[in-house]
């Protein structure tokens, strides 16, 4: 089974492709690629291999077929339904975030505990928490995202695995585990932000 290494690189591959396309390449070595995504020439022929892309050395790869066999992989051709919970700062710049309509996500209503945050009429809704359940197991969704403060991201995680949600990306500054039939991928700004300063400064203090 691919871990979740390997599905980055496809991505990072995939969008690397699509601004080659831009550019009027047809096709592309494993070297362009790789100067493109930061890795390694031979890495990037060993994940085509593992997911059978095709292309020889000469030739190369032809750009419209690999990103199509990438679509493919990584299910772009299709629409993902997704609920947020968590209408704070962040889940409202979530909510209008428009490089998830490029990557097939579409986020079709968003939960909150705060009664002056519901919008129920908006193109978003913004909906009570207790409506979270019926409307997962309502609409069939298997996707969520949550964008609460830490001290409430393990209970809203409970309930939507509870409520049927198999994949979560969790925006809460907190690191969240779930049984082994739900994917969770943590992205944790704060800490990012933290990792930049604290390498540009050693950067500075070791030149």
Do not use: W
């Not at 991505?11 to 690629?33: E, G, H, T």
């Not at 409506?131 to 403060?149: A, C, H, M, Q, Y």
């Not at 969790?170 to 933290?194: H, K, M, T, W």
């Amino acid at each position: 089974m691919p871990n979740k290494n390997d599905v980055i690189r496809l991505s990072r591959y995939r969008n690397a492709l699509i601004r080659l396309r831009a550019l009027n390449f047809v096709k592309v070595f494993s070297d362009n690629l790789a100067d493109a995504t930061g890795v390694s020439a031979v890495q990037v022929r060993k994940d085509f291999s593992t997911f059978d892309i095709s292309g020889n050395r000469r030739g190369g790869y032809e750009v419209d077929e690999v990103i199509k066999r990438l679509n493919k992989i990584l299910d772009k051709d299709s629409i993902h339904n997704f609920i947020e919970v968590g209408a704070g700062n962040l889940g409202r710049a979530l909510l209008h975030y428009p490089g998830f309509a490029k990557s097939g996500i579409k986020i079709i209503a968003c939960f909150d505990i705060d009664p002056a945050k519901y919008k129920p009429d908006a193109e978003i809704p913004v909906l009570p928490i207790e409506e979270l359940d019926d409307f997962v197991k309502k609409n069939e969704i298997r996707f969520g995202i949550i964008s609460t403060p830490d001290l409430a991201a393990q209970q809203v995680l409970v309930r939507m695995i509870s409520a049927g949600i198999k994949g979560i990306l969790n925006f809460a500054p907190i690191y969240l585990r779930g049984p082994q039939d739900c994917v969770i991928n943590n992205i944790n700004l704060e800490s990012e932000i933290e990792n930049i300063v604290y390498f540009v400064n050693f950067a500075e203090e070791n030149k």
